[in-house]
């Protein structure tokens, strides 16, 4: 399965997709491989148009599975991989008891690297090829993540979280230290191979207005680096963020002013906003990390995917581990599923499975400026997919074969799926794990 530029869903039958690789070696529901750029897609179509054309490559079958683009999780902690599942009384109660405690830790690199050996095998295991990660405060904490990545050759995102106010001591940092260090590491680590830094305030409570103003600096000097930080989660928070920033119009605002809001910045949850903030990260680019498992674990509201969808606010998918209760994208669409049909609060309305599968895959590397290289499964792209099997548990496999459409083969998967369907993930250019870890 692969998507048009407009997002829809093509599917063939007997799919084939032809990938370089440096070993010659190849991928297919019936697929096969080729060699001049070691790592990119070929071509992509139905093996009776594509077969002739490369019968010479060698082939592996993967019949009544379906190939398609890696997931792409456009926010989730690292950190925050042992606290999945901690019980408290929302976002701040959460971020006090647990979330903090926790990240305290990442200042030792041998912890640090254990957690982020995991954390990535993890990110496989559940077919996602691409993540925008939070480190920790810790410079150590983003050295350890970018150096497995970088041996696993992933395309991954992250960088040091900012947070010198309204913090404990053991993750609050220091304000022009911070600074320096996230140049520091910008230099070390951004589009080196396939890694890139994002400028990573928490979140506006945390920082004071020359470290956010900072950051802003640093996202100007750097324009091709990513911006990551969260936005109107929970009402609490919303009305802590007008004590402290009185001046500006809202929460959203906040970031503006500071100069936050460009294109490859990224805002988890994006809830309580009103259609002026909409259209203002419309006009600057800026997408929404939506993170539906957080967002009903935490009980912090549901996302506007109408209102979204009125004004252009460019959003994708997100599991947001730890307040996230899974790694795994089936999970999150299917919570998104649930939030989006929520018409209480306001419009409710059901999100087509491949909509869901868009927003999890190409709209999330559209969001990182990164669709010329990851988030589909066409030529010239990077040839980062899963295999999926719709026989993968008893019940899905009885509900597959009632499946006579595509979206109905999505939807039993989106509902019914779990990391037993993700059968096999594959990094470009080499194999990377199976699900058999
Ligand atoms: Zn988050």
Redesign the pocket.
């Known amino acids: 399965m692969r998507f048009d530029s407009q997002g829809q869903p093509l599917f063939d039958s007997d799919g084939l997709l032809i990938v370089e690789t440096a070993l010659a070696h190849a991928a297919s529901s019936t697929t096969k491989a080729t060699s001049s750029r070691p790592g990119l897609i070929v071509a992509a179509g139905s093996y009776s148009a594509l077969h002739r054309q490369y019968a010479e490559v060698p082939t592996t079958h993967w019949p009544r599975h379906i190939i398609a683009p890696g997931f792409i999780d456009l926010?989730?902690?690292y950190p925050?991989t042992d606290i999945i599942g901690a019980p408290a009384d929302g976002l701040l109660p959460w971020l006090e008891q647990y979330t903090f405690p926790a990240e305290t830790h990442f200042s030792s690199d041998s912890h640090a690297q254990e957690v982020a050996v995991f954390f990535l095998q993890e990110l496989l295991r559940n077919g996602v090829t691409t993540a925008l990660v939070?480190a920790s405060s810790h410079p150590e904490s983003v050295n350890a993540l970018f150096t497995q990545a970088q041996q696993q050759h992933l395309r991954l995102i992250t960088g040091k979280v900012l947070q010198d106010r309204n913090s404990p001591e053991g993750v609050r940092d220091d304000t022009e230290q911070s600074l320096l260090d996230t140049e520091q590491l910008i230099h070390r680590w951004h589009q080196h191979e396939r890694l890139g830094y994002a400028i990573t305030p928490r979140f506006a409570p945390t920082s004071s207005h020359q470290q956010l103003y900072g950051a802003g600096e640093l996202a100007l000097q750097y324009p091709d680096t990513w911006i990551q930080s969260?936005v109107a989660?929970n009402l609490d928070e919303l009305r802590w963020v007008k004590t402290l920033y009185p001046q500006a119009r809202s929460y959203l605002d906040v970031y503006r002013q500071a100069g936050l809001l460009r294109p490859r910045a990224i805002y988890?949850?994006c809830i309580h906003l009103d259609d002026a903030d909409r259209r203002l990260m419309h006009d600057t680019h800026t997408a929404a990390?939506v993170?539906p498992t957080?967002n009903l674990f935490l009980g912090s509201g549901f996302f506007d995917f109408a209102a979204a969808k009125h004004t252009g606010m460019p959003w994708a998918l997100?599991s947001?581990v730890g307040?996230?209760t899974s790694f795994c994208p089936l999970q999150t669409m299917l919570a998104a599923y649930y939030v989006g049909r929520e018409g209480q609060t306001k419009e409710g309305l059901s999100l087509a499975p491949s909509t869901l599968w868009w927003h999890h895959t190409g709209a999330g590397a559209a969001a990182l400026g990164l669709h010329n290289h990851i988030g589909n499964l066409q030529p010239g792209l990077e040839a980062d997919f899963v295999v999926l099997d719709p026989h993968a548990s008893p019940l899905l496999s009885r509900r597959s074969q009632q499946a006579n459409t595509l979206q109905e083969q999505l939807f039993a998967l989106i509902v019914l799926g779990d990391q037993r369907a993700i059968a096999h993930t594959h990094i470009a250019p080499r194999i990377a794990l199976s699900n058999a870890l």
């Open positions: 926010h989730v902690h925050q939070f969260h989660e988890a949850h990390a993170s957080s997100a947001d307040a996230g």
